[in-house]
């Protein structure tokens, strides 16, 4: 059953995945940027989290955002 998404759930649902996009970044440059194995693992284990939460945001936004607006 899809839930109706108000412009507020909209902003931060968006807020949300661009956080997470960016620390998926964020994470994936720490990962290049050191030479450590331990910290290596940690930073792409980190980015993988993180971009798996866009992923389940975006199936959410999906899953429950309207077709063609408002109706």
Not at 1 to 6: I, R
Not at 40 to 50: E, P, Q, W
């Amino acid at each position: 059953m899809k839930k109706m998404l108000t412009t507020k759930d909209l902003m931060a649902l968006n807020e949300l995945m661009t956080f997470e996009n960016w620390m998926a970044t964020k994470m994936k440059f720490c990962e290049q940027a050191v030479s450590e194995k331990p910290l290596k693992t940690m930073f792409k284990d980190m980015a993988s989290k993180h971009l798996e939460n866009h992923s389940k945001l975006l199936a959410y936004l999906t899953a429950n955002a309207s077709e063609g607006g408002n109706k």
